[in-house]
């Protein structure tokens, strides 16, 4: 019964410790992407986007609708890489432009950019992996 | 004594403030000395350097000449506006300076395009419209490619070419460039910086106080 208490409640600790270990490697992950992802966005997205992701006129939509960003999200891999043309509605403001893709921009990249604009200019989405960009590539129109 | 000194002080206060608003921003480019004779003497002249007639169709394809810029004072930057490099960044500024001197009738604005053979007047109505601007007090100007890559490079001293070596074939610095009604360039400001910019709305103040007082 004793070696039993000892026994789980040992199981017990290193189950926790497992668990806190996983989360603070995660979000170590997790604000590495971001730090990283904010010099991406400063050398190939801030020109037109701007500093507080806010756009140009509707010259260049802005990043600050969390609404458009949240729901396509598994299209943004894609339009970063190749470039989005037609129109685009955001916050009810119609869009209408060319923004050129990127292809020198490797997948770890495309994920560090988004994980820094889904999760600034009010955005608030967490982590996004590099997995996830490699799934969402495949689906590209 | 005390009240000696309070008056001193004062005074120096009074002639501090005055002096700030009598510098008046220096005349750049390039200038040549003339001769003239008068009531026969001879004097020196300083002939500076002017910007040359223009003529250019703007975003509403009207045409657009040095002599619409007479009796103002104006800034001139080189752009296109497929460029994704520094434009955004200056007409992002560019703006800000526009909105502090909306509906001023002695300011203008003249921005050239680069990119000739696609920036027609119909594209730069596009360009100005999506930007927010209204009105002919900025001027996007479309013209033929000898004439806009001259003014800037021997004008406006502002350099801007084709390359074939960049991505999007077209290099241009991203000046802007303070001229006054005399047409004589009066201050250059990266137009990328944000504190150039702001001396850029300061001088063009004290530019106007100038021109004002040049009218009385």
């Known amino acids: 019964m004793r070696n039993r208490l000892i026994f789980s409640s040992l199981l017990l600790f290193t189950v926790a410790i497992l668990i806190q270990s996983c989360q603070n490697e995660d979000s170590i992950n997790y604000k590495r992407y971001y730090v990283n992802g904010k010099g991406i966005y400063e050398k190939n997205c801030q020109n037109c986007h701007g500093v507080d992701g806010k756009g140009l006129g509707t010259l260049y939509p802005p990043l600050t609708d969390s609404t458009f960003l949240l729901t396509n999200k598994k299209k943004l891999a894609c339009i970063i890489r190749n470039g989005q043309s037609g129109q685009i509605k955001i916050n009810n403001i119609v869009y209408q432009g060319q923004m050129p893709g990127n292809n020198t921009l490797a997948e770890i990249d495309i994920a560090q950019v988004i994980v820094y604009i889904s999760n600034s200019f009010g955005n608030k989405q967490g982590h996004y992996d590099q997995a996830e960009v490699t799934k969402d590539l495949e689906y590209c129109k | ?216």
């Open chain 2, 1 to 216: 004594m005390k009240k000696l000194l309070f008056i001193a002080l004062i005074a120096l206060v009074i002639q501090s403030c005055s002096n700030e608003s009598d510098t008046k921003l220096p005349i750049l480019g390039n200038r040549h000395p003339v001769e003239r004779t008068v009531d026969g003497k001879t004097v020196v002249d300083t002939i500076y350097q002017t910007i040359s007639p223009f003529s250019y169709l703007n975003q509403d394809s009207l045409l657009v000449t040095d002599k619409d810029f007479d009796g103002k004072i104006y800034v001139a930057d080189f752009f296109f506006t497929s460029c994704n490099t520094i434009c955004p960044i200056m007409h992002r500024n560019m703006l800000d300076v526009y909105k502090k001197f909306k509906d001023n009738p002695k300011v203008k604005f003249l921005s050239h395009s680069i990119d000739i053979k696609y920036d027609l007047p119909s594209r730069l109505k596009t360009y100005a419209t999506k930007l927010g601007v209204e009105g002919n007090q900025w001027e996007f100007v479309h013209g033929s490619r000898d004439s806009i890559f001259n003014i800037a490079a021997k004008n406006y001293l502002v350099s801007a070419f084709e390359d074939s070596s960049d991505p999007q074939g077209l290099v241009h610095q991203g000046w802007f460039i303070l001229v006054d009604t005399k047409k004589q360039l009066r201050g250059a400001y990266d137009g990328t910086k944000s504190d150039q910019v702001k001396q850029l709305i300061e001088d063009m103040d004290k530019l106007l106080r100038e021109e004002a007082a040049n009218e009385k």
